[in-house]
């Protein structure tokens, strides 16, 4: 009789997962070496090839796919029994890899990761500020936030919270420049924006919405380039409402009568929606966020 343990079916569903040796031991937090020698153990106390090895890593099996279904009942049953037995969420452990935004990774470093450390002091963070060049197909990140829901069907996305965009200028900028009175004026001043084909959400795509003529001068896929360009004194952008109130030399332009608001949406793939570590994750995110819009929504939204 094969003699199998919950060790080697941990080792199993981080290959499953991962598809590769590399990251499934970034996962579990050891070497690709041992990650390789416990499949290969487990595949010949059972007598049954789980993988197909192949130059793209490791592919499961139709053996392989049938355990993956019984491999995650059983780590779900673990999860919510040692959360049962501890009281304590906190016992998740592992890497996690999430992908987001430039201006979210900011927010959430400032304001959210303390309590993060605190709840989950077991999980170590990746966080990812390329989201265009992650894949969840490929389980390069484990959840993705992005400023779109996804509608293709192997993943699953839940709204976050609303944040609100202003137009920004330094004071020194305005101060020696023709005042602005109406969305027409603006035609006749420089704009900080994103490069175009670089943008990797429609969300990002807002200067239109301020006026279709507006076409930025100076363009940089990073929100903080455009933060400093505009801070120098030369060029008016558009910026997150959470990033520009902590600086007192911007000041919006047109306040009352441009607003863009857009939203934060957490995506996972389907098959990682039930995970207990994930889907604990996912609920401290959203709740966190939302107890936070104060800071996301000026005053009145």
């Not at 490791?58 to 059983?74: D, I, N, P």
């Not at 109406?182 to 994103?194: I, K, M, N, T, V």
């Not at 279709?212 to 030369?234: C, D, E, H, W, Y």
């Not at 409402?241 to 957490?266: G, K, S």
């Amino acid at each position: 009789m094969a003699h199998l343990t919950w060790d080697d079916l941990q080792f199993f569903l981080a290959v499953a997962r991962e598809g590769q040796l590399s990251r499934a031991a970034r996962q579990l937090q050891t070497s690709h070496v041992t990650v390789s020698r416990r499949i290969d153990r487990l595949e010949s106390a059972l007598k049954l090839r789980l993988f197909e090895r192949n130059p793209r890593g490791y592919e499961l099996t139709s053996t392989g796919r049938r355990l993956v279904e019984t491999a995650e009942r059983m780590e779900n049953e673990a999860d919510r029994l040692l959360v049962d037995l501890t009281g304590d969420i906190g016992a998740q452990r592992g890497v996690l890899r999430v992908a987001v935004p430039e201006g979210f990774a900011s927010f959430f470093s400032k304001n959210l990761l303390p309590e993060f450390q605190t709840r989950f002091p077991n999980i170590a963070l990746e966080l990812i500020t390329l989201p265009q060049i992650m894949s969840l197909s490929r389980r390069e990140a484990d959840l993705s936030v992005t400023l779109d829901p996804t509608k293709a069907t192997p993943y699953h996305s839940e709204k976050i919270v609303d944040y609100a965009l202003h137009i920004y200028g330094a004071r020194s900028y305005l101060e020696r420049n023709a005042p602005i009175t109406r969305r027409e004026d603006l035609l006749e001043h420089p704009f900080a924006g994103y490069i175009e084909e670089m943008i990797f959400a429609r969300g990002l795509d807002y200067l239109g919405e301020v006026h279709p003529k507006i076409r930025p001068v100076f363009k940089s896929s990073s929100i903080f380039n455009q933060l400093a360009a505009t801070r120098a004194g030369l060029y008016l952008c558009v910026l997150p409402h959470y990033v520009a109130r902590h600086y007192t030399d911007l000041v919006p332009v047109l306040h009352d009568e441009v607003t863009i608001l857009r939203n934060y949406w957490l995506t996972c793939h389907r098959d990682v929606r039930p995970i207990p570590r994930e889907r604990a994750v996912m609920e401290f995110i959203k709740s966190a966020m939302r107890a936070r819009r104060g800071e996301l929504l000026p005053e009145g939204h």
